[in-house]
């Protein structure tokens, strides 16, 4: 079965990434080994199309698992038709449309196991010629069209374990043709016989799987059977003995009865499988007498077997005559899963000289008495000792009945406590399992015997610490398991004479400080070293190399150490381990790594940095500069904030980097383009900005084809959850910047130069004429231009606000009052209430016969008050209408009037008024001449000559007030 591993009794569900050699970015899909196989798993959509639609032909390899996913369309694969191998497993598929498979002609591995399947179309599998692997377990399938494998001939694997098949007569029908099917699974369904019409299955047939069934009867004559070689009918619990009577086993290599009615000795008789090829574990051997009269039984059978498995029977005791009957035991004898308290110095294995394996893991064992007969006064000494404390002991030569023993297992049990000679005499010994006991202490000789131990697992007990010499005398041994106990201390000593260690696991233990004297011994052949979870602190860079001599060391794992991780990492820490190619440090709390920490790693082939920072990491440049043989780096979780050259760029040989889960808003593109052999990247969970600091790795990541960005489509902009990363707008990005701000620049100094001058020369024409345009655009300027006869106001009175009182009070009664017939326009009176001021403003100039401009210092401040000047002035440039008259209430000085230069050339050429001041001599008269001239000027016309007035009295008037005030001229000038 290429391209796929089956676990028959279990399956399991392993995501991982593996080395890429090129690829591209999927929707929802990740490519692994060259864009031929790719795993498609926990999307969140149930569109079969959307998950797979963007994948190349080349697919080879694909899995489409754990995802909602109910139907599987026609044409569902249509567009990878070099598909071998399909996984579509663990979904929640109902339905599979009769064209769901179509032009897959090249697949072999199909897997639809653990989905609500309760239906097959006869033709779904008829485009599957070369099917040779199927899975349909863990569904609601009821029956099976009998020609739905019409077209399936190759298949020799078929697994329909855990559906609710109640007709075994249909799927042997449905098989029946298949030629080359060599392994059935039917388990966990509903079939109570295996009777079936006159077809029959495949000669081809070797392995049979029809456990936890309702099973009561084989059915009659099953010839199908004779060619069977493994056959499984456990867990069928009304399966009686009788039941094999008549049926051929004699091609059986194994059988096993689990947890079915078979009495073993009744079977044996009936049966005509030989013995020593039944499994009697779960049989009900309860006690040590159904135990013996099965080894009476056997021994009829067979002078040996090469194993016996007693296991899950729920045996409670062993005689020492429970074995002495059997065959001679060449291989293994299983008592795992019982309920053994004591094995009573394994005497029962007396006779057993030749068994090579011993197995009673998982019982619940407190104690192995000694078998010599010497030591009974002592261990009885001893045993009072240790049953007052309440340890459970396994005593000296506790296996001497057992000498030429390879394996044993002693494991999840309840023993506390191994005697010094315990294991005396086993000299074969090569694996010894003593994982979760409750051992504590380990002596100078509880190993002294076993000089040909290669593998010790000592795992999860309550070891505390290991005293010198513990191990003198395993020289031969490759792999200790010291993982999951107490240790705090290993004395100078304690691993001395291990000088063929290879694998050394110290994970999950209280250790502090780990010293290089420790190592000393197997420094030459240690390859792998576990000391994960422990309590190794440093408080200073400058601690020394635990590790300097451990030349051949390949993989350390420091991971996690407790209770907080590792702060700080020495700088020579890693000094030495030339050969190392996979480093673990991840879950620790590094405050910074210094820049030369790596540099001995030349070797190194993985590292994993995983969640080891504390807060923003900050990677030295050149961190990484030696390690430029590592194909995969892993970089989650660590608060990196800059992805920069210095600090990855001598990485030319990685393959596969990691980067989820980091804080970096973005990515430098020549920083990646220096990995050249990159063709793995995962950024998922990073805030890239969608902003043009991030518009070239845009680019990089939807253009290179060499490497596949993980979920590339499904990476959002952290400030706009509705838009993607793949495709935010970066048009404005790739505006050629450098002239655009030449030009900018320029264009800005030439307007620094230009304003200035047009602010001095032109700013009031530029404003007049923009009122005066924005009065045309708004349809006023045809009333403005009426004839002067038609004029509404004899005169505008422009003024500031803080003058107010002295046209109120003065002005006005002598202009609309005291019998003058002038009509004014006054701002707070008659201009247009909502309407634009500007426009109120000219229309008031306009529709005025004149203009009469009140000037003092808060006249010449205001904006509106200048502009009503300019306004007045421009009628005389435009019309050539005289309208302005400045009256004057204070002097003000030439400096002050410099910047109304216009003003200044109206005074010089055109009428202006002094009012007279309180100092003058005269005051009464001089303001009467004043008011005089005032109304004279507005009774002219605005012409380019002045208009002769009639009124001769008016005239002769003003004569006499000019002989008499002579004095008094200063307060008026007139042309």
């Not at 057993?352 to 007969?373: G, I, V, Y």
Request: aromatic share 10%; proline share 3%.
């Amino acid at each position: 079965m290429a391209c796929l591993t089956y676990q028959l009794l279990s399956v399991t569900v392993t995501l991982s990434v593996v080395q890429l050699t090129g690829g591209y970015s999927f929707n929802n899909c990740i490519g692994e080994q060259g864009s031929t196989k790719f795993s498609c798993i926990h999307r969140q959509t149930d569109n079969l199309s959307a998950i797979i639609g963007d994948l190349p032909h080349s697919a080879i390899n694909l899995t489409v698992s754990i995802n909602p996913v109910k139907n599987l369309p026609n044409g569902s694969f249509v567009h990878l038709p070099n598909l071998q191998c399909l996984k579509l497993d663990h979904n929640i598929l109902n339905s599979i449309d009769v064209l769901a498979f179509q032009n897959l002609f090249q697949l072999t591995s199909l897997n639809l196991s653990f989905n609500f399947i309760s239906e097959l179309n006869p033709s779904v599998f008829k485009d599957l010629h070369s099917l040779t692997f199927l899975s349909l377990a863990n569904n609601n399938l009821k029956q099976l069209p009998v020609t739905v494998f019409s077209s399936v001939l190759k298949l020799d694997t078929f697994l329909m374990r855990e559906n609710n098949l109640a007709n075994f007569s249909v799927i042997a029908e449905s098989v029946s043709h298949l030629e080359n099917l060599t392994l059935l699974d039917i388990s966990l369904n509903q079939l109570t016989s295996l009777t079936h019409s006159n077809v029959s299955l495949p000669n081809s047939l070797a392995t049979l799987y029809i456990g936890w069934n309702n099973l009561s009867t084989l059915g009659c004559n099953q010839s199908f059977l004779s060619q069977i070689k493994v056959l499984d009918l456990s867990s069928n619990s009304r399966l009686p003995s009788v039941a094999f009577k008549g049926v051929d086993l004699r091609r059986i290599m194994y059988l096993r009865l689990c947890s079915t009615s078979v009495r073993p000795v009744e079977f044996l008789n009936v049966s005509t499988v030989k013995a020593s090829r039944v499994d009697f574990s779960g049989m009900g051997l309860e006690n040590a007498n159904l135990v013996e009269e099965l080894c009476g039984a056997l021994k009829g059978k067979v002078k040996w077997m090469k194993n016996l498995n007693l296991s899950s029977n729920g045996i409670e005791t062993l005689t020492n005559h429970t074995l002495y009957n059997c065959p001679q035991i060449t291989g293994s004898l299983v008592l795992s899963r019982n309920k053994l308290r004591s094995l009573n110095c394994l005497s029962f294995l007396k006779g057993q000289n030749r068994t090579k394996s011993f197995d009673a893991e998982h019982n619940l064992l407190n104690s192995l008495p000694s078998c010599n007969e010497n030591a009974v006064l002592f261990n009885t000494m001893e045993e009072l000792t240790y049953r007052y404390n309440r340890i459970l002991s396994v005593s000296a030569d506790a296996f001497r009945q057992t000498p030429n023993i390879k394996t044993l297992k002693l494991n999840i049990n309840t023993i506390a406590f191994l005697h010094h000679r315990a294991l005396r005499g086993l000299k074969k010994l090569e694996t010894l399992r003593l994982d979760n006991n409750l051992l504590t202490d380990l002596f100078n000789d509880t190993f002294e015997d076993l000089n040909n131990l290669q593998i010790l697992n000592l795992r999860n007990n309550r070891i505390s610490v290991i005293f010198n010499v513990t191990f003198h005398n395993l020289s031969r041994l490759t792999t200790l398991d010291l993982g999951g106990n107490k240790i705090t201390q290993i004395d100078k000593s304690g691993l001395q004479g291990l000088t063929s260690l290879s694998k050394f696991y110290l994970d999950g233990n209280n250790l502090r400080l780990i010293h290089s004297t420790n190592f000393t011994v197997f420094q030459d052949t240690l390859t792998v070293l576990d000391l994960q979870r422990n309590q190794i602190q440093f408080l200073s860079d400058q601690v020394s190399s635990p590790f300097m001599n451990l030349s051949k060391l390949t993989d350390l794992k420091l991971d996690g150490q407790l209770p907080y991780g590792l702060t700080t990492l020495p700088r020579a820490f890693f000094r030495g381990l030339h050969s190392l190619r996979s480093l673990y440090l991840t879950n620790n709390r590094f405050s910074h790594l210094a820049d030369n920490a790596f540099d001995d790693l030349t070797a190194l082939r993985f590292l994993t940095l995983d969640n080891s920072f504390v807060g923003v990491a900050q990677l030295q440049p050149g961190v990484f500069k030696n390690l430029n043989r590592l194909t995969r780096l892993v970089v989650e979780d660590m608060g990196i904030q800059n992805f920069t050259k210095e600090v990855f760029g001598n990485l030319t040989k990685l393959r596969i980097l990691q980067l989820n889960r980091n804080v970096m808003q973005s990515i430098d593109v020549d920083a990646l383009n220096s990995l050249p052999e990159l063709n793995y990247l995962d950024i998922r969970n990073i805030p890239l900005r969608c902003t043009c600091d991030n518009s070239l790795l845009q680019n990089w990541t939807i253009h290179n084809t060499n490497v596949q960005v993980v979920y590339l489509y499904n990476l959002q902009c952290p400030n706009d959850k509705n838009s993607s990363f793949y495709n935010f707008d970066t048009q404005v990005c790739f505006i050629d910047v450098g002239e655009y701000l030449f030009l900018g620049t320029a264009v800005v100094i030439f307007l620094f130069t230009l304003v200035p001058l047009i602010y001095v020369k032109l700013y009031w024409r530029i404003k007049y004429s923009y009122y005066v345009f924005c009065s045309w655009f708004g349809e006023q300027w045809r009333k403005l231009r009426e004839e002067e006869e038609n004029c509404k106001y004899d005169a505008f009175i422009s003024y500031n606000s803080s003058d107010e009182p002295w046209v109120m009070e003065q002005l006005l009664p002598n202009l609309e009052g005291n019998g003058s017939s002038f009509k004014l326009c006054l701002h707070h009176r008659d201009f247009e209430p909502g309407r634009y001021i500007v426009d109120n403003i000219v229309s008031a100039v306009y529709s005025s016969r004149k203009t009469v401009c009140v000037v003092s210092r808060n006249f010449l401040r205001s904006e509106w008050c200048s502009l009503e000047i300019q306004l007045a002035s421009y009628r005389l440039f435009d019309e050539h209408r005289d309208v302005l008259l400045l009256v004057f209430l204070e002097p003000i000085s030439e400096r002050q009037l410099s910047s109304y230069h216009r003003m200044r050339k109206d005074m010089l050429k055109k009428t202006y008024l002094q009012w007279p001041g309180s100092d003058c001599t005269d005051p009464t008269q001089a303001r009467d001449l004043f008011w005089n001239q005032l109304r004279r000027a507005l009774k002219q016309g605005s012409g380019g000559d002045e208009e002769i007035v009639d009124d001769s009295e008016t005239d002769k008037e003003t004569t006499e007030h000019e002989d008499k005030s002579s004095s008094d001229a200063n307060y008026y000038l007139l042309p």
